[in-house]
């Protein structure tokens, strides 16, 4: 069975079987003589907590995985490791925090769930690496406290590669740049952490890289356009051309490809070429700001598939796929994974919220009825025990009935299509999803590094480009065919310096 940070693939999402993580954190001065219970919910913030912070640090402190050191300076004037007896659990949750105090907290890691693809290496050398990521999955993802996490692409590269080292050049790679979650395309490591620095650093330079991505915009784009437009991010998250005294130069230059045929026949394919840095969601927001947004990009694109067509073809490409987070296969892989005695812990509420999700209890999704319906499954599954685990085996034994009911029958459904799954009410609220896409592409990367002159471009079209060019259409086709294709880096080194 899996063991901690293993990997489990249901439904088309890569799981991470949860695992215990120790950090040490410390309290800001801002935060001496507050309580806990404050210090605690401001300091220590992570995705996927169930409950608000009072059920869920008093579950912490009761199971013993939050302790406190004070006057840790004093102790320790020259710094280096607190020892393990300075902490102690403090006496309840209202106490106050006292002077140059230290949390030293034992979190069960459940790590967000991502689309399953791995990605594809398109070059390496000695210092670089290429690669093709797949939409859906983050390049890198700090999931806590000093914890990068297991579900995200450098992870996972550098553990398939760990799985098959075959020499010296097999290290760990680190990222020299990002590409969003949803967005796919080229991506760079490097071999080694100064590697990578020292990349980044050269890339800043005017002349040493060049980017060109795919879209699909929503609206008609007839000409080149030329976006020169400051960008910061506001207050929301999202990057914006409002200005302000913390706006950074940027431009982007938008080519047409073609348009598409119905029913995508309101969308056009475009190209775009950053001609000056590439800030944080750049495309995005520029293509938004000149009303052409990426056509199911529900972040710049806040109309998204409402707007485009109400035919059911269309429907999973508008909203980016993806899968309903904890839906289980007919075996109930993923329920048994989570309900394994060693793995499950009864004191975690996560631990029971995933259980509930992943048994179909519909609770589990409705924002009033999550934290009971999580406390209710972790005593559940604590009480008893082995008893769950082998309702666990039930259901893959009852999986494996129904799905074979379904191919003898061919009708799809496998049960009385009742929807009844037996558990409360909760039946309003829909299950989030992961592994969605968004229609941008990192078609090629070119770099000046170390005295190498890189071009790398993606294994081929994504498919909402196909889709429009027809099946014959490949990468080199298209890229060849843009305007800038004949450029040297030096000729778009001047233009990021214009």
Same mark, same amino acid.
């Given at each position: 069975?899996?063991?901690?940070?293993?990997?489990?693939?249901?439904?088309?999402?890569?799981?991470?079987?949860?695992?215990?993580?120790?950090?040490?954190?410390?309290?800001?001065?801002?935060?001496?003589?507050?309580?806990?219970?404050?210090?605690?919910?401001?300091?220590?913030?992570?995705?996927?907590?169930?409950?608000?912070?009072?059920?869920?640090?008093?579950?912490?402190?009761?199971?013993?995985?939050?302790?406190?050191?004070?006057?840790?300076?004093?102790?320790?004037?020259?710094?280096?490791?607190?020892?393990?007896?300075?902490?102690?659990?403090?006496?309840?949750?209202?106490?106050?925090?006292?002077?140059?105090?230290?949390?030293?907290?034992?979190?069960?890691?459940?790590?967000?769930?991502?689309?399953?693809?791995?990605?594809?290496?398109?070059?390496?050398?000695?210092?670089?690496?290429?690669?093709?990521?797949?939409?859906?999955?983050?390049?890198?993802?700090?999931?806590?406290?000093?914890?990068?996490?297991?579900?995200?692409?450098?992870?996972?590269?550098?553990?398939?590669?760990?799985?098959?080292?075959?020499?010296?050049?097999?290290?760990?790679?680190?990222?020299?740049?990002?590409?969003?979650?949803?967005?796919?395309?080229?991506?760079?490591?490097?071999?080694?952490?100064?590697?990578?620095?020292?990349?980044?650093?050269?890339?800043?330079?005017?002349?040493?890289?060049?980017?060109?991505?795919?879209?699909?915009?929503?609206?008609?784009?007839?000409?080149?356009?030329?976006?020169?437009?400051?960008?910061?991010?506001?207050?929301?998250?999202?990057?914006?051309?409002?200005?302000?005294?913390?706006?950074?130069?940027?431009?982007?230059?938008?080519?047409?490809?073609?348009?598409?045929?119905?029913?995508?026949?309101?969308?056009?394919?475009?190209?775009?070429?950053?001609?000056?840095?590439?800030?944080?969601?750049?495309?995005?927001?520029?293509?938004?700001?000149?009303?052409?947004?990426?056509?199911?990009?529900?972040?710049?694109?806040?109309?998204?598939?409402?707007?485009?067509? &109400?035919?059911?073809?269309? /429907?999973?490409?508008? #909203? +980016?796929? %993806?899968?309903?987070?904890?839906?289980?296969? =007919? !075996? $109930?892989?993923?329920?048994?994974?989570?309900?394994?005695?060693?793995?499950?812990?009864?004191?975690?509420?996560?631990?029971?919220?995933?259980?509930?999700?992943?048994?179909?209890?519909?609770?589990?999704?409705?924002?009033?009825?999550?934290?009971?319906?999580?406390?209710?499954?972790?005593?559940?599954?604590?009480?008893?025990?082995?008893?769950?685990?082998?309702?666990?085996?039930?259901?893959?034994?009852?999986? &494996?009935?129904?799905?074979? /009911?379904?191919?003898? #029958? +061919?009708? %799809?459904?496998?049960?009385?299509?009742?929807? =009844? !799954? $037996?558990?409360?009410?909760?039946?309003?609220?829909?299950?989030?999803?992961?592994?969605?896409?968004?229609?941008?592409?990192?078609?090629?990367?070119?770099?000046?590094?170390?005295?190498?002159?890189?071009?790398?471009?993606?294994?081929?079209?994504?498919?909402?480009?196909?889709?429009?060019?027809?099946?014959?259409?490949?990468?080199?086709?298209?890229?060849?065919?843009?305007?800038?294709?004949?450029?040297?880096?030096?000729?778009?080194?001047?233009?990021?310096?214009?």
């Amino acid at each position: 069975m899996p063991a901690p940070r293993d990997y489990v693939v249901v439904n088309g999402l890569r799981y991470v079987q949860p695992y215990f993580h120790t950090f040490d954190i410390r309290v800001s001065d801002k935060r001496v003589g507050s309580s806990v219970l404050a210090a605690l919910d401001e300091q220590v913030r992570f995705q996927g907590r169930v409950g608000d912070g009072r059920e869920h640090w008093a579950r912490e402190l009761a199971s013993g995985r939050v302790r406190l050191a004070s006057d840790v300076r004093r102790r320790l004037p020259t710094g280096g490791e607190i020892p393990e007896e300075w902490f102690a659990a403090p006496v309840s949750l209202d106490a106050p925090v006292p002077p140059d105090s230290f949390f030293r907290v034992v979190r069960h890691v459940h790590e967000p769930c991502v689309g399953c693809e791995v990605p594809r290496v398109l070059l390496e050398d000695s210092k670089l690496v290429f690669v093709d990521k797949p939409a859906g999955v983050p390049t890198l993802a700090g999931c806590g406290p000093k914890l990068q996490g297991e579900n995200n692409a450098t992870r996972l590269l550098n553990r398939t590669r760990a799985e098959n080292a075959t020499g010296a050049d097999d290290g760990e790679l680190f990222a020299v740049n990002r590409i969003d979650k949803p967005v796919s395309g080229v991506w760079i490591l490097a071999k080694g952490s100064r590697l990578a620095a020292r990349c980044r650093a050269a890339l800043a330079k005017p002349g040493h890289e060049t980017k060109t991505y795919l879209a699909r915009v929503r609206g008609a784009v007839v000409g080149p356009i030329r976006i020169d437009a400051p960008l910061s991010v506001g207050a929301d998250g999202r990057a914006t051309t409002s200005g302000g005294a913390d706006a950074k130069p940027a431009v982007t230059l938008v080519h047409p490809v073609a348009r598409y045929p119905p029913p995508w026949d309101d969308c056009t394919l475009v190209a775009c070429r950053l001609e000056r840095s590439g800030r944080f969601h750049q495309i995005r927001c520029h293509l938004a700001s000149v009303g052409v947004p990426i056509a199911n990009d529900a972040t710049y694109n806040e109309s998204g598939a409402e707007e485009s067509t &109400n035919d059911s073809s269309t /429907r999973a490409i508008d #909203d +980016g796929g %993806g899968t309903e987070v904890y839906a289980d296969d =007919d !075996d $109930g892989t993923l329920l048994a994974s989570i309900t394994e005695p060693g793995v499950f812990a009864a004191t975690c509420l996560e631990c029971g919220w995933a259980a509930a999700a992943a048994a179909g209890d519909r609770r589990a999704f409705d924002p009033r009825l999550r934290a009971a319906c999580a406390a209710e499954w972790c005593d559940r599954v604590g009480r008893d025990g082995g008893t769950e685990w082998e309702r666990a085996q039930d259901v893959k034994r009852r999986g &494996n009935v129904k799905r074979r /009911r379904r191919e003898r #029958d +061919g009708d %799809g459904s496998g049960d009385d299509g009742s929807g =009844d !799954d $037996g558990f409360g009410d909760g039946s309003a609220a829909e299950r989030p999803r992961a592994g969605t896409s968004i229609d941008l592409h990192s078609a090629e990367y070119r770099i000046w590094f170390d005295g190498a002159e890189y071009k790398v471009r993606s294994e081929a079209l994504p498919a909402f480009a196909i889709r429009a060019l027809g099946a014959d259409a490949t990468i080199d086709g298209v890229v060849d065919a843009l305007p800038w294709a004949g450029e040297g880096l030096e000729a778009a080194g001047r233009a990021r310096r214009k």
